[in-house]
């Protein structure tokens, strides 16, 4: 079968470059379903990148606050874009084919969706691995794009539970496993295109300069961003963020939490953990009242905000204030943090919520505003070097106990010079992509 036309991934960086009859088609576009919407994986739309500098009176800093939104990506999440940059790479490398084959999508929330949508746009069968306990609106747009879901035991922290399923799936024939946690192609997406973005956003607010960029870890694709960040601002700080119910990287903690698809219970293979500067924890509770607040508080401050957040947006804004809180950032300075989904994945988790505490009034809603940021000074590590030492040591026994890694493999990965040479393999793969576009 014939593919659809692809972008590059310094396309989706540079919307502009594309070629103008398919972006003029991609800008038009209104089915959800249009394959020419591949085209418009980007954080750049017609008018800029969406992102929103957060008032001061809500997070009670000096610093500014800025977001930046993926509610305009094809399934209202950036994590189509890493979904995307796995099947490409294996696609131009020859190793899949989208003749009767089915991509496996592992996941614990917006990757899975991403990728329940990009298959069958390109021509693939998709299978998204998903814990049972995921919200329902999840499940509800993996099966909406096309796409089967295998529900596996547990949450967001199950992800071993993931992987045993993995294992099965990969003895069936024809069938490619595409683990977001292992797979540098979504490094290279975020490295390039959301750290690229971020940057372009921070050179029009306050000095112009990034002081931090925050992202809860997931896969810990998002936070690859920091590493080009830091190429452009040297002094610009990389602050990971957990659940306080599940602190793996910041006191080989584990547990259950409440904020979807962070907090996975392990420290993935494409973590550049030798970049990291800190990592903080947030409580899941803080970032579900938060949500509530945005959607039923009724404050016009938070108005623009209602289709803006999901639950791990919300973490990655406390985050960012516990950031410019614990650097003294002043007026002027930023902190770049995304909101990684919007709220439509969410009105069951809020259902939740409220059967548990009650509506919330507008006494309640002006006092929840006016505390937000009250996020504290506690939980939050130093990346010294013994400590990024360690975070490093603990992919050992996810990747060379159970996945088949070995040492030499996972000593490689505390060279910095590694991390460089995986971004520079970029500017050949869009190379080789081009020629093969023709």
Sequence with gaps: MSLPPLPTLDELLN???QPAAIRARARAATDPLDPVHLFNMSWTTDRGIPHYVLP???????????????KHFPTGSHKVGPG???LRERLLSGEITPDGSTLVFPSTGNYGIGGAWVGPRVGFRSLVVLP???????????EAYGASVLKTPGSESNVKEIYDAVHELQKRPNHTILNQFADFANYRFHRHVTGGSALRVAAGIGNGR?????SAMGSAGTIAAADRIKKAFPDAKAVGLEPIQCPTLYNVGYGAHAIEGIGDKHVTWIHNVRNLDAMACIDDEACLLGLQLVQEGGLPELAELKD??????LCNVLGAIKTAKHYQLGAGENVLTVATDGFDRYPSVLDRLRRRTGPLTPEQARARYAH???VGGDWFLEGTMDVRRRWHNQKYFTWVEQQGKTVAELEALWDPAFWDAEADKLKDIDARHLAWRG
């Design 132 to 142: 049972e306990d995921m919200s329902a609106e999840r499940f509800e747009k993996i």
């Design 15 to 17: 919307p502009d470059t």
């Design 210 to 214: 990034v002081a931090a960029f925050v």
């Design 372 to 374: 937000f940021g009250d």
């Design 308 to 313: 803006v957040f999901g639950v791990s947006g």
């Design 84 to 86: 995307y940059s796995c």
């Design 56 to 70: 001061p009176s809500l997070t009670g800093v000096k610093a500014n606050i800025v977001v930046m939104s993926s």
